[in-house]
């Protein structure tokens, strides 16, 4: 609301942020291209984000002004207090990373509901984009809240509610195998012998072990889950891209297993990791678009 009271169904937010990349490039399967920009939900709020001249520009979908609060949570969902001009210094000249960097100067590391962007990730098992993005939505309009107008504006549905629905129902969406996997990270949320709150506080390893703990759960899952919703920047997640990438531009070893990788990844780049291996990720896929490689 502005001095004079009046409200807006828009809202400028300056920040440079690659929203193709950043929210249709494999951290998150909720995000739809539509009207120029991507529609989605944060939270209980469906919102169409749009990009403008060193800003984004949001959009109430449901006629209700935009208020502080959801600025806020856009803010935060986008990682926007994270120093990406920063990272962008410190590897401009890296041989991997410069030309992604020049190519998509404004992916950035979002910070998802923990407990959706878990299984999301899940869901990623054995899979693809498409694929995960009709599972996780499916699960999402099934199973979900309405909370805004539109068929895909629907709440990310709760442990508990995913835990009674139970594994047969979950395979009836086409999860597949990874129903089982959901199923019981559902059941060990709800219960409570997995706090994902608790996983903020604690350091990355220990916040690791705690995830692959449940059945289903293997390092891969664990550190996307750590990247793209705790806000663990030392994880590490490794595929066929990143490791493809690791072993052409910084010599990793390629007999090491993916775990092994990981570990050496970590290593080499610390708290800068899950920045380095998204830029990576996206430069190892989408390479056809460079002008021109390292």
Same mark, same amino acid.
């Given at each position: 609301?502005?001095?004079? =009271?009046?409200?807006?169904?828009? +809202?400028?937010?300056? $920040?440079?942020?690659?929203?193709?990349?950043?929210?249709?490039?494999?951290?998150?399967?909720?995000? @739809?291209?539509?009207?120029?920009?991507?529609? =989605?939900?944060?939270?209980?709020?469906?919102?169409?984000?749009?990009?403008?001249?060193?800003?984004?520009?949001?959009?109430?979908?449901?006629?209700?002004?935009?208020?502080?609060?959801?600025?806020?949570? %856009?803010?935060?969902?986008?990682?926007?207090?994270?120093?990406?001009?920063?990272? +962008?210094?410190?590897?401009?000249?890296?041989?991997?990373? #410069?030309?992604?960097?020049?190519? @998509?100067?404004?992916?950035?590391?979002?910070?998802?509901?923990?407990?959706?962007?878990?299984? /999301?990730?899940?869901?990623?098992?054995?899979?693809?984009?498409?694929? !995960?993005?009709?599972?996780?939505?499916? &699960?999402?309009?099934?199973?979900?809240?309405? *909370?805004?107008?539109?068929?895909?504006?629907? /709440?990310?549905?709760?442990?508990?509610?995913?835990?009674?629905? #139970?594994? &047969?129902?979950?395979?009836?969406?086409?999860?597949?195998?990874?129903?089982?996997?959901?199923? $019981? +990270?559902?059941?060990?949320?709800?219960?409570?012998?997995?706090?994902?709150?608790? &996983?903020?506080?604690?350091?990355?390893?220990?916040?690791?072990?705690?995830? !692959?703990?449940?059945?289903?759960?293997?390092?891969?899952?664990?550190?996307?889950?750590?990247?793209?919703?705790?806000?663990?920047?030392?994880?590490?997640? %490794?595929?066929?891209? *990143?490791?493809?990438?690791? !072993?052409?531009?910084? #010599?990793?070893?390629?007999?090491?297993?993916?775990?092994?990788?990981?570990?050496? +990844?970590?290593?080499?780049? =610390?708290?800068?990791?899950?920045?380095?291996?998204?830029?990576?990720?996206?430069?190892?896929?989408?390479?056809?678009? &460079?002008?021109?490689?390292?």
């Amino acid at each position: 609301m502005d001095h004079d =009271g009046t409200h807006h169904l828009t +809202a400028t937010i300056a $920040a440079s942020v690659d929203l193709p990349s950043t929210l249709d490039g494999g951290q998150s399967f909720r995000w @739809w291209g539509e009207a120029g920009g991507f529609r =989605g939900v944060i939270g209980r709020r469906a919102y169409l984000i749009k990009s403008a001249v060193d800003a984004i520009v949001v959009d109430s979908v449901d006629g209700s002004p935009i208020r502080p609060n959801d600025v806020a949570a %856009i803010e935060r969902y986008l990682a926007l207090d994270y120093d990406l001009k920063g990272f +962008a210094s410190r590897f401009a000249k890296d041989r991997g990373l #410069g030309p992604a960097l020049s190519a @998509w100067p404004g992916i950035r590391i979002l910070r998802q509901d923990p407990w959706e962007c878990l299984v /999301a990730f899940i869901c990623s098992s054995c899979s693809n984009i498409p694929r !995960i993005k009709l599972n996780v939505g499916s &699960l999402a309009t099934t199973y979900g809240d309405k *909370v805004g107008p539109g068929a895909r504006d629907h /709440a990310f549905p709760n442990a508990v509610r995913l835990a009674s629905a #139970g594994e &047969l129902a979950l395979r009836g969406l086409g999860l597949g195998f990874r129903a089982r996997y959901v199923a $019981a +990270a559902a059941e060990a949320v709800s219960e409570g012998r997995l706090d994902l709150e608790s &996983l903020y506080a604690l350091p990355y390893e220990e916040a690791r072990d705690r995830l !692959i703990s449940l059945d289903g759960i293997g390092e891969k899952v664990a550190d996307c889950a750590l990247a793209f919703a705790f806000d663990k920047r030392e994880a590490f997640p %490794i595929d066929r891209w *990143v490791r493809r990438a690791l !072993i052409e531009w910084y #010599g990793a070893p390629e007999r090491l297993s993916p775990e092994k990788v990981a570990s050496w +990844a970590r290593e080499r780049f =610390g708290t800068d990791g899950a920045y380095v291996q998204q830029y990576l990720f996206h430069r190892q896929r989408l390479s056809a678009r &460079l002008p021109t490689r390292a």
